[in-house]
């Protein structure tokens, strides 16, 4: 059974930072690509980070150089430092796991970036 449980979020001021961070488990997580995907009210969830099993990360433009997805092979986890925070920013943020097209979701966590 996919477990992934997702932490970290919550309320950021702007320009401030946050560190989200996805255990995974039950999952081949060194060879599966793992990312992070947000929904703010009132829009579609869309892609935020993604990182493949030989590390090759890709970003939505909206966050390019201010965040930054790592993982480690070793303890499941994949990480994503928010750096900049912008109220824009605010939305649940999921954690995604695609195993050869097998894909797994965890519950979310949510960000809210407010003065």
């Known amino acids: 059974q996919v477990q992934l449980v997702e932490s970290g979020g919550g309320l950021v001021q702007p320009g401030g930072s946050l560190r989200l961070s996805c255990a995974a488990s039950?999952?081949?997580?060194?060879?599966?690509?793992m990312g992070w995907y947000r929904r703010a009210p009132g829009k579609q969830r869309e892609l935020v980070a993604r990182?493949?099993?030989?590390?090759?990360?890709n970003y939505a433009d909206s966050v390019k150089g201010r965040f930054t997805i790592s993982k480690d092979n070793a303890k499941n986890t994949v990480d994503l430092q928010m750096n900049s925070l912008k109220p824009e920013d605010t939305a649940v943020y999921y954690c995604?796991?695609?195993?050869?097209?097998?894909?797994?979701w965890g519950q979310g966590t949510q960000v809210t970036v407010s003065s």
């Open positions: 995604n796991a695609d195993l050869f097209g097998n894909i797994y």
């Open positions: 039950g999952i081949f997580f060194s060879i599966s690509t």
């Open positions: 990182i493949t099993s030989d590390s090759t990360t």
